[in-house]
């Protein structure tokens, strides 16, 4: 039998969360929660949606004609401010999802798989046997 006190903390699932929600706190803009809970397209997505409108917003504000980007900077105050509100709303509702998450996460970690509905199509063709 393993000794539990020899894991990491972050790997016992009652701490997952709080881990969770750390990153969420310090590191959200940039997807980290979803990244440590295995959602690594999410959390890579709202990386990249941060690190975009971080950037483009405080250029934007600073307006920095030296930055050598072409758009006028209404279009991109614009832009910014979307993305911004965007990965607001995102990480509101993470913080929201984030239990249902790391449940998920250790559903999978135990051996779990998903169940996937059978196709209509397909089984209303199939032979019966019996």
């Not at 990965?87 to 239990?99: E, K, S």
């Amino acid at each position: 039998m393993a000794d539990i006190g020899a894991q990491p903390f972050w790997t016992q699932p009652r701490e997952r969360g709080a881990v969770a929600y750390a990153l969420w706190l310090v590191l959200g803009l940039f997807g980290a929660h979803r990244i440590f809970l295995s959602r690594y397209a999410t959390g890579a997505a709202q990386c990249l949606l941060g690190a975009v409108c971080l950037p483009t917003a405080h250029y934007a504000a600073a307006a920095d004609t030296t930055t050598g980007v072409k758009l006028p900077l209404l279009l991109q105050t614009m832009g910014s401010a979307l993305g911004l509100m965007i990965l607001l709303v995102w990480l509101i509702t993470d913080a929201f999802l984030i239990p249902g998450m790391t449940r998920g996460r250790r559903a999978r970690e135990n051996g779990a798989r998903r169940t996937r509905r059978p196709d209509r199509r397909t089984s209303l063709f199939r032979k019966r046997v019996g």
